[in-house]
């Protein structure tokens, strides 16, 4: 973190009082369902946001980045409300407004989760400041709470109607296990995830399409189950079984139905993928990780060529399952493949790829690693 803080000092002439880090996560399963009180089987990934954070004397906000070093942006704490001025910093600005900080900040960012890969690097971001400005001022916020702080900064700040997966596991995450965490009271379990011990390895692959939830798709099919939810009667798809919904079908309209009977059975899958996962049934687990893609594509249509085909391709080779991850409408992939095979798996979707005319993918491999954490720079 050294050239953390001498960029820090070099920009805002003082040392940073706080250095933290929070990673972004890869999803085993679980998708689109923390929204509606679902449970989710995300782990943290190796790639982390790290924020370098100091109190001001005045009442101004400063925020730069590592990565846009010719920027800095500058607003009055009075005026960090949702609406107000910023880009990327509303994501920042958003978990101050959110956590109630009413003194004037100097904050620096640096990161490597990738960017619109479908890894979280916007929960990185807020958790990173979150346990900053937490230890900075002392507020003794639960991890749980900070959480829900955290998805109400995206929700109502920046204008992203996302569940609590993200922020959850990005603040909860355990090296060596995936984190089961029922959204609806973030009671958490870690579940073992040793794939190496069985000669496999889980393939992140980055379409490199680009995504940007907040331009309505997302939003339209959380509304879309939101509405089934309110025409069933029901809390949320949680309450409702398969058999259920198909009883009611008549009740919904045809995208309504979708929409509800990927989140029903996504909740399900999850289920099935923990009690694999405890008697190391991998082939299990991989059956359920495409049953997830196909829901995902052909149920709740959050795929694209892209995707479709790194999945496609990944099975080819042999791989146990894959699925996209992420909000979807391009982002990430992963596969769950034996580990021998990961160089010709690379090769077989890169191949595809320039076949299809796409961009060419960019590959990650990372094992489950610790959650978010700050310290008092010394």
Not at 132 to 161: C, F, H, K, W
Not at 343 to 350: G, S, W
Request: glycine share 8%.
């Amino acid at each position: 973190m050294g050239s953390l803080s001498n960029t820090f000092e070099s920009l805002y002439g003082c040392k940073p009082q706080v250095i933290s880090e929070a990673p972004g996560r890869v999803n085993l399963i679980g998708e689109h369902i923390d929204f509606s009180d679902g449970f989710v089987l995300p782990y943290a990934i190796a790639d982390r946001t790290h924020a370098a954070i100091a109190r001001r004397s005045d009442s101004l906000v400063r925020i730069a980045s590592n990565q846009r070093k010719d920027h800095l942006f500058t607003i009055d704490i009075a005026d960090v409300k949702p609406g107000s001025a910023g880009g990327w910093e509303k994501y920042v600005l958003g978990v101050i407004w959110s956590l109630n900080v009413k003194s004037g900040l100097d904050i620096l960012i640096d990161g490597s989760v990738p960017v619109g890969a479908g890894l979280s690097s916007s929960a990185a971001l807020e958790c990173s400041v979150a346990v900053a400005l937490n230890l900075l001022l002392d507020l003794n916020i639960s991890l749980e709470e900070l959480a829900r702080a955290t998805q109400r900064a995206e929700n109502e700040y920046v204008g992203m109607p996302c569940g609590i997966m993200d922020q959850s596991v990005s603040l909860m995450a355990h090296a060596g296990s995936a984190l089961l965490l029922d959204c609806r009271t973030l009671s958490t379990q870690q579940i073992p995830f040793n794939v190496a011990e069985h000669g496999l390895e889980l393939l992140v692959i980055d379409t490199q399409v680009h995504h940007a939830l907040v331009d309505g798709g997302y939003a339209e099919r959380r509304g879309s189950v939101e509405s089934a939810t309110e025409k069933l009667a029901v809390r949320s798809m949680r309450e409702l079984s398969l058999e259920a919904l198909d009883n009611a079908r008549n009740d919904l309209t045809p995208e309504e139905y979708k929409r509800a009977r990927h989140s029903v059975s996504e909740i399900t899958r999850v289920h099935d993928a923990v009690e694999a996962l405890e008697v190391s049934d991998f082939k299990k687990l991989g059956e359920l990780i495409s049953s997830s893609h196909d829901s995902l594509r052909d149920d709740y249509t959050v795929s694209c060529p892209e995707l479709n085909c790194a999945v496609q391709t990944a099975l080819n080779e042999g791989a146990l399952g894959a699925r996209m991850i992420g909000g979807g409408f391009g982002g990430s992939a992963i596969a769950l493949i034996q580990a021998r095979d990961l160089e010709k798996t690379r090769i077989a979707i890169t191949d595809a790829f320039t076949e299809a005319g796409f961009k060419k993918p960019r590959f990650f491999t990372s094992l489950p690693s610790q959650g978010a954490s700050a310290r008092f720079f010394a």
